[in-house]
Nanobody, 123 residues
Framework: VQLQASGGGLVQAGDSLRLSCAASGRISNYHMGWFRQAPGKEREFVATIHRSDGSTYYADSVKGRFIISRANTKNTVYLQMSSLKTEDTAVYYC??????????????????WGQGTQVTVSS
């Protein structure tokens, strides 16, 4: 499956932004996640959602501010980001996993990756 992330941009601290990840194939077979990589830092887990039952998991740094959701009929995954902080600035990637341990957030468990979309939060 091919993934295409979009929706990034330049916003101010406190603003909201919604990222989308459109898949070329059916995502109903995959758990879907969002990761991010800031300049000079390693890629880190942001959020993930179960392929069918809607269970979600978040990094502590975004819990209560970000919401991951999915629309399997549209083969699309979303990341609603609110109360954005400057430290949220990063390239955001969507990814797909079929591994039962997907909720661990380990990026090695995600097989398919999108190209990334830049999110910049200014103070």
């Amino acid at each position: 499956v091919q993934l295409q992330a979009s929706g990034g941009g330049l916003v101010q601290a406190g603003d909201s932004l919604r990222l989308s990840c459109a898949a070329s194939g059916r995502i109903s077979n995959y758990h879907m996640g969002w990761f991010r990589q800031a300049p000079g830092k390693e890629r880190e887990f942001v959020a993930t959602i179960h392929r069918s039952d809607g269970s979600t998991y978040y990094a502590d740094s975004v819990k209560g501010r970000f919401i991951i959701s999915r629309a399997n009929t549209k083969n699309t995954v979303y990341l609603q980001m609110s109360s954005l902080k400057t430290e949220d600035t990063a390239v955001y990637y969507c990814a797909a996993s079929s591994n039962v341990q997907y909720s661990s957030g380990r990026d090695s468990l995600y097989k398919f990756w999108g190209q990334g979309t830049q999110v910049t939060v200014s103070s």
